[in-house]
């Protein structure tokens, strides 16, 4: 089962703005290389931090306004939203224990 919800212009404010806990956005394309690298990281770190954390996919290509509106440069991009509000953000293709780690020290907590 995959953890990572696909969400749009349409559902993102449901799924992330107005969600009670903390979110990870996956901002991605079909044609990164980098971000099918880091997704199967994504999806350990997502069943790790199952209740705890919320993670989304957003696909830039079909979903340009909220690229644009979270000034997505770059992909694979992943920005977490807590209380509505962005908390952290990290870019560019990374190991799972870099991604955990930027995750966590976002969320305030410490390994």
């Known amino acids: 089962m995959g953890y990572l919800i696909d ?3 349409k559902s993102f404010a449901a799924e992330v703005i107005n969600s009670p806990t903390p979110v990870v956005v996956d901002f ?3 044609w990164c290389a980098p971000c099918r690298t880091i997704h199967p990281f994504l999806e350990t770190i997502a069943a790790e931090l199952k209740g705890a954390v ?5 696909d830039v290509d079909a979903n340009p306004a909220l690229s644009q509106r979270h000034r997505i440069q770059r992909i694979p991009t992943l ?9 952290g953000q990290t870019g560019g293709a990374a190991s799972k224990e870099s991604l955990q780690r930027a995750i966590e020290q976002a969320l305030g ?3």
């Not at 919320?54 to 957003?58: D, N």
């Open 28 to 30: 991605w394309a079909e």
């Open 109 to 111: 907590r410490s390994r």
């Open 79 to 87: 920005i977490l939203f807590k209380g509505g509000k962005v908390v």
């Open 7 to 9: 969400v749009t212009d």
């Open 54 to 58: 919320k993670f989304v996919r957003v």
